[in-house]
C-alpha cells in the first residue's frame, strides 16, 4: 500500500514549467511528503520534502495543499535531464521504510 | 564528499547460492537502508540499520539478513537464492531515520 496517488505517466515540453500532482487523502498530521526522482540505470535521488507549508530548493517546489491531501511537485523549467520516475511518498520519518508506489513516469519532449 | 558506494555493481549467481552484497554510507550517516527493486514490485524496503541495530524490517522471508558495522558500513545477505530474487538491490544513507536518503547506484543481481 503505497498510500499515495500519482499518475502514471506525464509528458512536458523543454523548458516548460511542469507540475506532477500527488494525491495522500489518508495522511496523517505528522507524516511528511517527500518527492524521490529515478532516472534511468540510477538508484533514487531526493528532490524535496515538507510537511505542512510550500518548500522550495534548487530543484523544485513542493506545493502542498491546505488541507494536505494532496500535493505538488513543481519544476520550474524542465530539462531533458528531469526526464525520470518522479515518486512521492508520505513518511513519519524514523525507522520506518519509505514505502514507494509505481511513481509518475516523466517525458520530456524536446 | 563521496555518495554512497555499492560493490558489486553486478553479479550473476546460480539458484541455491548465497550472496552478499556491500554498501559504504556517505561520512557522518550512520543509517543505512536497504531496497530490492524489480519491473513487478517496485522498490521494497529490505530493512534499516542504526548504530549496528536492525531498527525495522520490511515484509521479506527469513533468507534476507543485513549488518552493519561500528563504522556504519553495512552488508546484506541472501542464502539459497531463488530465480525472483534476481533485482536491483539499493542501499540508501542518511543521518538518522528515512527523512532524506541518498541512495547508491546499486548491485544488480541476476540468479540463473
Known amino acids: 500500500d503505497a498510500k499515495t496517488t500519482q499518475p502514471n505517466s506525464m509528458e512536458s515540453n523543454e523548458e516548460e514549467p511542469v507540475h506532477l500532482p500527488c494525491n495522500h487523502s489518508?495522511?496523517?498530521?505528522?507524516?511528511?511528503i517527500h518527492w524521490y526522482r529515478q532516472l534511468p540505470s540510477q538508484g533514487p535521488e531526493y528532490v524535496i520534502h515538507?510537511?505542512?507549508s510550500n518548500v522550495n530548493n534548487r530543484m523544485a517546489s513542493l506545493a502542498i495543499a491546505e488541507d494536505r491531501k494532496s500535493s505538488t511537485l513543481i519544476l520550474h523549467r524542465a530539462t531533458l535531464r528531469d526526464a525520470a520516475v518522479y515518486y512521492c511518498i508520505r513518511s513519519g520519518g524514523g525507522a520506518d521504510g519509505l514505502t514507494f508506489g509505481k511513481g509518475t513516469h516523466l517525458i520530456i519532449q524536446p | 564528499k563521496a555518495g554512497v558506494t555499492q560493490t558489486p555493481r553486478y553479479l550473476i549467481k546460480t539458484r541455491g547460492q548465497q550472496v552478499t552484497l556491500s554498501c559504504s554510507p556517505i561520512?557522518?550517516?550512520?543509517?543505512v537502508s536497504w531496497y530490492q527493486q524489480t519491473p513487478g514490485q517496485g522498490l521494497q524496503f529490505l530493512f534499516e540499520?542504526?548504530?549496528?541495530?536492525?531498527?525495522n524490517k520490511g515484509n521479506f522471508p527469513g533468507r534476507f539478513s543485513g549488518r552493519q558495522f561500528s563504522n556504519s558500513r553495512s552488508e546484506m545477505n541472501v542464502s539459497t537464492l531463488e530465480l525472483g530474487d534476481s533485482a536491483l538491490y539499493l542501499c540508501?544513507?542518511?543521518?538518522?531515520?528515512?527523512?532524506?536518503?541518498?541512495f547508491g547506484a546499486g548491485s544488480r543481481l541476476t540468479v540463473l
Open positions: 489518508t495522511i496523517s498530521g505528522t507524516d511528511y
Open positions: 561520512s557522518g550517516h550512520r543509517s
Open positions: 540499520y542504526f548504530s549496528e541495530t536492525q531498527r
Open positions: 515538507g510537511l505542512t
Open positions: 540508501a544513507s542518511s543521518l538518522a531515520g528515512a527523512n532524506v536518503l541518498t
